[in-house]
């Protein structure tokens, strides 16, 4: 069994920035892929950002792409989610998972997730 952390959330303003982070108590060939999403109450969760073991393939969602950069420590079997220039509309509680793909709706399906962490961005 593989545990996900999450870290790093909080209260900024817009054009703010926050990190978070994500520790994984182990790699596992299925987890191999790490992943943030998000999600607002009453909508669905949202792929934000996926990055493979080797840390060189990445995908992100058309609305994070030049501001938000995901990176990962595989010596540390952590993932982080640099977020820059933030925007009201990326309030959302933040998720990590993990799974053996980096594509959102296998990634969305695994069984790999964190307690989520809050990221709030006032205008």
């Known amino acids: 069994q593989v545990q996900l952390m999450e870290s790093g959330g909080g209260s900024v303003q817009a054009g703010g920035s926050l990190r978070l982070s994500c520790a994984a108590s182990?790699?596992?060939?299925?987890?191999?892929?790490m992943g943030w999403f998000r999600q607002v109450p009453g909508k669905e969760r949202e792929g934000v950002a996926s990055?493979?073991?080797?840390?060189?393939?990445?995908i992100y969602v058309d609305s994070v792409k030049g501001r938000f950069t995901i990176s990962r420590d595989n010596a540390k079997n952590t993932m982080y989610l640099q977020m820059n220039s933030l925007k009201p509309e990326d309030t959302a509680t933040y998720y990590c998972?993990?799974?053996?793909?980096?594509?959102?709706?296998?990634?969305?399906?695994?069984?790999?997730w964190g307690q989520g962490t809050q990221v709030t961005v006032s205008s």
């Open positions: 182990r790699s596992t060939y299925d987890t191999s892929c």
């Open positions: 990055i493979y073991a080797s840390g060189v393939s990445t």
């Open positions: 998972a993990a799974a053996w793909s980096c594509q959102f709706g296998i990634l969305s399906r695994s069984t790999y």
